[in-house]
């Protein structure tokens, strides 16, 4: 090898030592791998916050009704159609659209037992057979009381940024939040529904 060809070599592997001790790329190259990961958190987070907030807000507009029917000496269907505003009240400023409600008179017998004495859906129906047995919480089930439950469900669009094959896609998903709560009756020994069945 002559010293030409030799002193060419000495510097390509001069110049090849100060790339490899050159770091002032690194930061770039590591937010370029990373920028995905912290997007997909970030926006994870927001849909969990998002659907966590919507979940209490279906929670407290279902305490709101229980509540309010629980202060009634008796109930018609009038006035139980009446509940769908205070269920949209308190989920405003939300959309409501697609809001269900159903209202269950409770009774609790002599032994603990809870079953249906009324019901009430949104559409005017009965969507428990009076008599059927209610899963109630324990702590509620005062032998010969009374307990209200409202039901309140709500559909909650998602929005899906990253598809099945990892490229960010911007969609909509809905899920449907359901929350009931029990109330025990204020007044009197149980609150009648005349037209209920």
Not at 73 to 88: C, Q, W, Y
Not at 128 to 153: C, H, M, N
Not at 159 to 179: K, P, Q, V
């Amino acid at each position: 090898m002559n010293e030409r060809a030799s002193n060419i070599w000495v510097r390509h592997v001069r110049k090849f030592k100060r790339l490899l001790g050159d770091h002032s790329g690194v930061s770039a190259i590591e937010f370029a791998f990373l920028m995905p990961v912290l997007i997909a958190l970030y926006l994870s987070s927001y849909e969990l916050t998002t659907a966590y907030s919507a979940s209490a807000k279906v929670l407290k507009a279902a305490s709101t009704v229980a509540d309010a029917v629980a202060r009634q000496n008796s109930v018609s269907k009038t006035s139980l159609a009446e509940m769908i505003d205070a269920a949209r009240a308190t989920l405003s400023p939300d959309s409501t659209e697609g809001l269900g409600l159903k209202i269950t008179g409770v009774s609790v017998d002599s032994a603990g037992n809870a079953s249906v004495l009324w019901s009430w859906d949104q559409d005017g129906h009965a969507p428990y057979a009076t008599g059927s047995q209610v899963d109630a919480p324990e702590d509620l089930k005062t032998p010969s009381s009374f307990l209200i439950r409202a039901e309140v469900s709500l559909p909650h669009e998602i929005l899906l940024y990253m598809t099945s094959a990892g490229s960010f896609d911007r969609s909509t998903r809905s899920i449907t939040l359901n929350r009931e709560f029990y109330f025990k009756q204020r007044l009197g020994d149980e609150i009648p529904c005349g037209d209920c069945s």
